[in-house]
């Protein structure tokens, strides 16, 4: 299927009458803003049968998002729609159990921001040079030249200032700038967002962080750290998945480090992982053979292993490339 561009996608979602807005599972703040802006900007096209449906709830961190206490669970998208819109992931096995509700007769479009060679959907925009899917939908208001409303804007900013860890990570470019200025100008409150999407932070995250802290251990003399928590670590912190956001970004963010990985351990045989690194170590890369994906500086992958098996596959594959760079 070939790429599309922005003007037929619009054209596509005006032509709708009714349509499911989806993103990836262990949704994050680019994922949840992203498909909430994109359904003000249905409503904005004038439509009314939008549906924003995901396999996981919308973690604690976004629900006070305008449209969030409207998301349903897989169970309750309706039986048809005509459009199918994909955000922030250009994978099916990656939407989870919504993929088990989206008809044949729908159409599924996707609108996404990750490094894919194969995306999937019947249309398809699927550009990495954007620090966020929220940027995106915003030139979606832009390419169908309709207002933007506040509570669009707040989403989109949410989507994109998480994604850019508040404009600082090497994704941020001039445009995100220029698109953020375009929220901005709606009136947003943008130190109010950031202090809920940054500062805030729940005790069981806490407990997390400070036991992440203390497990962090060094490999290749200080340019790899890696942490590990097991399902019992969690319960014990009362963290939940969604806790583990940003964590890992006070691991990378010590001197020296040039690759940071994170190991949760999920059940005896599912292990998540992640990694986040400087310029020139390619973290998509080192995943790439055991199933994961993201980006150069920020990648992930569930293993259907157990935690020590996944730690010694994971860090053979990262000291391999670590070593390539040197
Ligand atoms: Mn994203």
């Not at 409303?149 to 989507?159: F, P, R």
Request: charged share 20%; with cysteine; hydrophobic share 45%.
């Amino acid at each position: 299927m070939p790429a599309s561009d922005l003007a037929a996608i619009v054209a596509e979602l005006r032509a709708a009458e009714s349509v499911l807005i989806t993103t990836h599972v262990n949704p994050d703040g680019d994922a949840v803003g992203s498909a909430l802006a994109l359904a003000h900007f249905m409503l904005a096209l004038g439509k009314t049968e939008i549906t924003v449906g995901l396999e996981h709830r919308v973690p604690r961190l976004y629900q006070w998002l305008p449209g969030a206490e409207n998301v349903v669970e897989s169970e309750a998208i309706p039986a048809s729609f005509d459009i199918a819109l994909v955000i922030d992931v250009a994978r099916r096995d990656r939407i989870g159990t919504v993929a088990n509700h989206i008809p044949k007769s729908a159409k599924v479009i996707v609108l996404d921001h990750h490094l894919e060679s194969a995306p999937y959907g019947d249309m398809y925009l699927v550009d990495p040079t954007y620090a966020a899917a929220g940027e995106i939908v915003t030139e979606c208001f832009s390419v169908a030249g309709v207002p933007m409303s506040m509570d669009a804007a707040v989403c989109a900013y949410v989507a994109i200032t998480t994604d850019t860890g508040g404009f600082r990570f090497s994704n941020t470019n001039a445009r995100t700038h220029l698109i953020a200025a375009r929220l901005v100008e709606t009136g947003i409150d943008v130190a109010t967002i950031s202090s809920r999407c940054f500062d805030v932070m729940s005790e069981p995250k806490f407990r997390l962080l400070r036991y992440v802290m203390d497990a962090v251990q060094f490999g290749n003399g200080g340019k790899l750290a890696y942490a590990e928590v097991t399902a019992k670590a969690m319960e014990e912190a009362g963290a939940l998945g969604e806790d583990f956001d940003g964590i890992i970004n006070f691991i990378r963010n010590i001197e020296g480090v040039e690759v940071a990985v994170l190991f949760r351990e999920v059940n005896l045989g599912t292990t998540k992982v992640s990694l986040r690194s400087r310029p020139g170590f390619n973290s998509a890369e080192a995943l790439h053979n055991l199933g994961g994906g993201g980006h150069a500086a920020a990648a992930g992958a569930t293993l259907p292993m157990q935690l020590a098996s996944a730690r010694e596959r994971v860090l053979e594959s990262v000291l391999a490339q670590l070593r390539k760079t040197e």
